[in-house]
């Protein structure tokens, strides 16, 4: 069966980094493209990234560009986001999907807190 | 970016109701559209694509409608493990966008 298992998430402080990952199991992975999204605690869901099957095309919202870079590896099945310069407003719940269009499998997420 | 406006943000109502969610887009999407259903501390869960499209798996009680800017989630005779978060969102376009979410609650 599809899975998708996020790790990586902490408490760091502003200004800071951290590098999540999405190890993934159970579908070629090669084959999808796949997608990070956020939840701020009480909030709604934020789409972040996505990357293409081959990990050529990318894209990322506003709110991230030019601080977080999604990657992948194919060969490990895992999927990554690196984000730099972490703001306050980073904080929420990150959540891996799969696909680009309607995501049709998602991991149960890694909370990431910015906070001094 | 587009917008996706849902209503209502929240309601009450009771089991073997049939409810109805409205998302509008603020620019035509076509057919683009999908929803899905969050349950506290839990991952969303796709329940339908294209609009209108059921996923595997998903029980045919929901359904949804709609396409350009306005479109329907409908739960025909709503069951206790419905009592949750939903969420329109469209992939007309990048960014992606999620609607703020309708929770639905017990009358």
């Known amino acids: 069966q599809v899975q998708l298992v996020e790790s990586g998430g902490n408490l760091v402080e502003p200004g800071g980094s951290l590098r999540l990952s999405c190890a993934a199991s159970?579908?070629?992975?090669?084959?999808?493209?796949m997608t990070w999204i956020r939840q701020a605690p009480g909030e709604g869901l934020e789409w972040v990234s996505y990357?293409?099957?081959?990990?050529?095309?990318?894209y990322y919202a506003d709110s991230v560009k030019g601080r977080f870079t999604i990657s992948r590896d194919n060969t490990k099945s895992s999927l990554y986001l690196q984000m730099n310069s972490l703001r306050a407003e980073d904080t929420a719940v990150y959540f891996c999907?799969?696909?680009?269009?309607?995501?049709?499998?998602w991991g149960q997420g890694t909370l990431v807190t910015v906070s001094s | 970016a587009i917008r996706m406006t849902q209503s209502p943000s929240s309601f009450s109502a009771s089991t073997g109701d049939r409810v109805t969610i409205t998302c509008r887009a603020s620019?035509?999407?076509?057919?683009?559209l999908a929803w899905y259903q969050q349950k506290p501390g839990k991952a969303p869960k796709l329940l339908i694509y294209?609009?209108?499209a059921l996923q595997s798996g998903v029980p045919s009680r929901f359904s949804g409608s709609g396409s350009g800017t306005d479109f329907t989630l409908t739960i025909s005779c709503l069951q206790s493990e419905d009592f949750a978060t939903y969420y329109c969102?469209?992939?007309?376009?990048?960014?992606?966008?999620f609607g703020q979410g309708t929770k639905v609650e017990i009358k």
């Open positions: 620019q035509g999407i076509s057919t683009y």
């Open positions: 294209a609009a209108s």
């Open positions: 999907a799969r696909g680009n269009s309607q995501l049709d499998y």
């Open positions: 159970g579908f070629t992975f090669s084959d999808y493209y």
């Open positions: 990357i293409s099957s081959s990990g050529s095309t990318t």
């Open positions: 969102q469209q992939y007309y376009s990048y960014p992606r966008t």
